[in-house]
């Protein structure tokens, strides 16, 4: 079982940044691959972003290639999401997810959810 638990989002100025924190549970984080999924309002959830269990590999959204970074510390049991250069449409609510192996752009694979943190870009 893992227990996933997200910080940091906010209210941001476009072009501003944010970084968000994924906190889990349990010893067998390392095992997992993580993702990053957001839902904004009427919306259904979409891919962001994901990392492989040792973090040597990274998969990213086309929408938000080259402003948006994922990393994990392994050692503390966290993912992070850089989140810089931010827009408008990238307002939503962030949850963070573990899965066990699969398609890492594909959230039907990712067993574990965190409750969500809302960021809002305004312009």
């Known amino acids: 079982q893992v227990q996933l638990v997200e910080s940091g989002g906010g209210l941001v100025q476009a072009v501003g940044s944010l970084r968000l924190s994924c906190a889990a549970s349990g010893r067998t984080f390392s095992s997992y691959a993580m993702g990053w999924f957001r839902q904004a309002p009427g919306k259904e959830r979409e891919f962001v972003a994901a990392?492989?269990?040792?973090?040597?590999?990274?998969y990213y959204a086309d929408s938000v290639k080259g402003r948006l970074t994922i990393s994990r510390d392994n050692a503390k049991n966290t993912v992070y999401l850089q989140m810089n250069s931010l827009k408008p449409e990238d307002t939503a609510v962030y949850y963070c997810?573990?899965?066990?192996?699969?398609?890492?752009?594909?959230?039907?694979?990712?067993?574990?959810w965190g409750q969500g943190t809302q960021v809002t870009v305004s312009s």
């Open positions: 997810a573990a899965s066990g192996g699969g398609d890492r752009r594909d959230s039907r694979v990712y067993d574990y």
């Open positions: 990392i492989s269990p040792s973090g040597g590999v990274r």
